[in-house]
């Protein structure tokens, strides 16, 4: 009796640890980081963005090595989940991955940077030079996400924008005409970061020897996903 009442524990125990697929889909932030991020969907495809804040600010002369992100297709091998970067469109994209143009009544355009997550990104500064001329303004928005400008005195001018942990980008004032925009950037893609990187799966942690994240969204909860 005592064998059979052991049994079935046993059983129900490796029945409760067992990994599945709708168990792993979500989103993953790296113990101790609100940077690095994983996103397993449920297509079998996955996201992955690093970003060491640290490092990229004492790298001057860029941020390619401490902030790009990777996308691919994930597998469940028993309690192990394997990555695989592969090359796709992202690839090819620019810094500047849209950018949404809103009509508005106020006699100010207004700017607001989102990352590719969705996620607003606070700018360092924004500077004005006349078309491919000299700067003729520079005006520092440090923790701000939103900047602000009168379009209709500015055409032909070119704003570059200096958002936090990402390059430097420019806009060219084509009209006259005053608009809300929003738009979104992306850090450099690397097409061949993971290869068949395998990570541990326990309950809400996906791990290896070097990093842990632990799922801060699940499907029911995450529309992007």
Known sequence: ????????????????????????IGTYRAKG?????????????????NLNPLSWLMTPSGNDSTHF?????????????????????YADTSRV??????????N?????????????????SVDNHLYNKTKIASQSVVDNYFW???????????LVFFPVYYEPFKFIVRDSVNANYIITLQPIYKQAYFINKKL????????????K????KTAQNDSSL
Request: net charge positive; proline share 2%.
């Open 108 to 124: 100010e355009s207004m700017f607001l940077i989102r990352n590719a997550f969705g996620g607003r990104i606070p700018f360092q």
């Open 200 to 211: 541990m799966v326990k309950r809400n942690i996906l791990k290896d020897v070097k990093e």
């Open 148 to 158: 602000k400008i009168d379009l209709q005195v500015s055409k032909n001018d070119t």
């Open 33 to 49: 980081s609100n940077f690095n991020i994983i996103i397993i969907k449920s297509d079998h495809s996955f996201f992955y963005e």
């Open 69 to 89: 992100f990777t996308a691919g297709t994930w597998q469940l091998d028993k309690n192990q989940i394997v990555l695989n970067s592969c090359g796709n469109n």
């Open 1 to 24: 009796m005592k064998t059979k009442h052991l049994a079935f524990l046993l059983l129900l125990l490796s029945v409760s640890c067992k990994v599945t697929k709708k168990g792993l």
């Open 97 to 106: 991955l849209k950018i949404l143009k809103t009509p508005t009544k106020s």
């Open 213 to 216: 994240f632990k799922k801060v």
